[in-house]
C-alpha cells in the first residue's frame, strides 16, 4: 500500500517540477517576440520585422507550432490505440473458471471460448470493449483533424508572406491578406477554446 502512496506523491513532486520548468522554458523560448515585433507601426497591429526574424517566424510557424503537434497527436493516438488493443488481447486470453466456492484462472488461446456459461458475458464485454475502441479512435481521429483545420491555415499564411514579401501589395490586397491573417489567427485561438 505504501509503495503505490510513494508512486503517487513521485507523480505529483514530478508534475510540481515539471509544470514551472516547461513553462519557464517555453517563456524563455518565447522571448524572441520582445525583440522582433515592431509596435510603433502605422495601424492597430504590430508587426514584425523584416528579414531573417521573419524567416525564423515562418520556420517556427511551420515546426514547433504546426509539424511537431500534429506528429506528436498522431503518435500518441496511434499508440494509445495499440495500447487498448494489446490490453483487449491479454484479458481475453485469461478466462475466469469457477467450480463451487474455488475459482481458477484459465489460460484460453480463442478469444471467444469459455469453459462453462459464461459466454453471453464475455460476448457482452468484448462488444463493449470494442464500442469504446472505436469511440476512442473517432476522438482521436476528430482531435488530429480539428488541429489540422484550425492550426494549418496559420502556418500556410506565414509561408505565403515570406515568398511574396518582395510583392508590391496593392491596397485592396493588403486588406485581403490582413483578413485571411485575422481568420488564420482567430482559428488558432478556436482550437485552444474547444480542446
Keep these: 500500500m505504501s509503495l503505490e502512496r510513494d508512486i503517487r506523491l513521485l507523480r505529483v513532486k514530478v508534475a510540481k517540477w515539471y509544470i514551472p520548468l516547461s513553462v519557464l522554458g517555453w517563456m524563455i523560448y518565447y522571448s524572441h517576440i520582445w525583440v522582433g515585433y515592431n509596435g510603433y507601426q502605422n495601424g492597430s497591429a504590430c508587426k514584425r520585422q523584416d528579414g531573417i526574424y521573419t524567416i525564423f517566424i515562418t520556420v517556427n510557424s511551420l515546426t514547433i507550432d504546426t509539424s511537431i503537434p500534429i506528429l506528436l497527436m498522431i503518435i ?10 494489446g490490453l483487449r488481447r491479454r484479458r481475453n486470453l485469461i478466462t475466469p473458471h469457477t467450480v463451487g466456492s474455488m475459482m481458477t484462472v484459465v489460460r484460453t488461446t480463442n478469444r471467444n471460448e469459455t469453459i462453462d456459461g459464461g459466454k453471453q458475458k464475455v460476448i457482452v464485454e468484448q462488444r463493449e470493449k470494442k464500442q469504446f475502441g472505436k469511440q476512442l479512435t473517432m476522438i482521436s481521429l476528430i ?14 499564411y506565414a509561408l505565403y508572406s515570406v515568398i511574396t514579401s518582395s510583392t508590391i501589395r496593392t491596397p485592396n490586397r493588403t486588406a485581403i491578406e490582413s483578413f485571411i491573417n485575422a481568420i488564420a489567427v482567430m482559428m488558432t485561438f478556436i482550437f485552444g477554446t474547444v480542446s
Design 76 to 85: 500518441f493516438s496511434l499508440l494509445t490505440l495499440n495500447n487498448l488493443h
Design 143 to 156: 482531435q488530429v483533424l480539428l488541429y489540422i483545420m484550425l492550426n494549418v491555415l496559420s502556418a500556410i
